[in-house]
């Protein structure tokens, strides 16, 4: 099992940047693909992106494309999201999640979520 503590979360202004943090306890960390998911008020929780367990490749949706970016620090076991020119719509919560290599790929460890609140 993993744990995962999300950090970083805040109140910014349309066009700003935050950096949020996931840190990762317990089972070894590269092990997992990590993700980066997000939760609107009234809505369904929506990935964001993906980072594989060595950090070499990375996958978003489009909607984070050219404006996030996720990285990862095995030695620190701790994974980022870098968010730039955030916009109101960014507005969530936002969690990151674990994926077991050695399973069927489903995240199956959760954080407890960051709020991020984007002002127009």
């Known amino acids: 099992q993993v744990q995962l503590v999300e950090s970083g979360g805040g109140l910014v202004q349309a066009g700003g940047s935050l950096r949020l943090s996931c840190a990762a306890s317990?089972?070894?960390?590269?092990?997992?693909?990590m993700g980066w998911f997000r939760q609107a008020p009234g809505t369904e929780r929506d990935f964001v992106g993906i980072?594989?367990?060595?950090?070499?490749?990375?996958y978003y949706a489009d909607s984070a494309k050219g404006r996030f970016t996720i990285s990862r620090d095995n030695a620190k076991n701790t994974v980022s999201l870098q968010m730039n020119s955030l916009k109101p719509e960014d507005t969530a919560v936002y969690y990151c999640?674990?994926?077991?290599?050695?399973?069927?790929?489903?995240?199956?460890?959760w954080g407890q979520g960051t709020q991020v609140t984007v002002s127009s």
């Open positions: 999640a674990a994926a077991d290599l050695h399973s069927d790929g489903s995240y199956d460890y």
């Open positions: 317990g089972d070894t960390f590269t092990n997992y693909n």
């Open positions: 980072i594989n367990q060595s950090g070499e490749y990375t």
